[in-house]
């Protein structure tokens, strides 16, 4: 594989912002983003974006139709470091959770478990009943990560727009790339003990 390659995914959740943020980042990280979108992600852009689908799709270096089982990234043999899924829906969950693949979206995360590599599911939906945290568990033992967009209240975070980035940061930090703009403990943090180690 030359360079490296994420695989994107955009479910019908609320919060693509997540999503459309991780792309742009992967775009100044120089990872290559290999989109898909489903019909209710592409929906739900518009409605709490204010973006056209179109626009976030042109964020990313390859966009694939969410009905194509065959393109590329349903197969293992397509080398990538993994596959984030944010937002992620309950739906696209319990799919992913049964090995049901209804898409291309929930193909691709099950060829990515199946070859081993990194899943990351930015899980979203509050409160929770059994059947989600029963799908939770099972996509865990399968080997993705749960990572819900959980806001950083130690970072400060004033506005929407930082809780997406430093959402999305975190999120991509489980892949090993690092991105600007992600408050982290102990570095560039300003407040209690974060500036170096305890003198006792």
């Given at each position: 594989?030359?360079g490296?390659r994420?695989?994107v ?8 912002a ?26 739900t ?37 993994g ?6 829906s ?5 799919e ?16 990515t ?17 059994l ?42 930090d489980?892949?090993g790339?690092?991105?600007p ?20």
């Amino acid at each position: 594989m030359n360079g490296k390659r994420l695989i994107v995914g955009i479910s019908g959740a609320s919060g693509v912002a997540i999503g459309v943020r991780v792309l742009e980042m992967l775009a100044h990280a120089g990872v290559e983003a290999h989109l898909v979108t489903t019909h209710a992600a592409d929906m739900t852009i518009g409605y709490e974006t204010g973006r056209k689908p179109a626009d976030v799709h042109a964020l990313a270096h390859t966009v694939y139709k969410v009905e194509d089982v065959g393109a590329a990234l349903a197969s293992g043999s397509f080398a990538t470091m993994g596959m984030i899924v944010a937002p992620c829906s309950m739906r696209t969950l319990a799919e992913i959770a049964t090995g049901v693949t209804s898409n291309l979206l929930t193909r691709a995360a099950d060829v990515t478990l199946k070859e081993r590599r990194r899943l990351v599911l930015v899980a979203r939906e509050t409160p929770l009943h059994l059947g989600h945290l029963r799908n939770m568990v099972a996509v865990t033992e399968m080997g993705a990560v749960v990572a819900p967009p959980v806001p950083a209240f130690y970072a400060g975070l004033e506005t929407m727009d930082e809780v997406v980035t430093q959402a999305a940061g975190r999120a991509l930090d489980l892949f090993g790339i690092a991105v600007p703009d992600v408050k982290r403990w102990g570095e560039d943090l300003t407040k209690g003990r974060r500036k170096g180690p305890r003198k006792d």
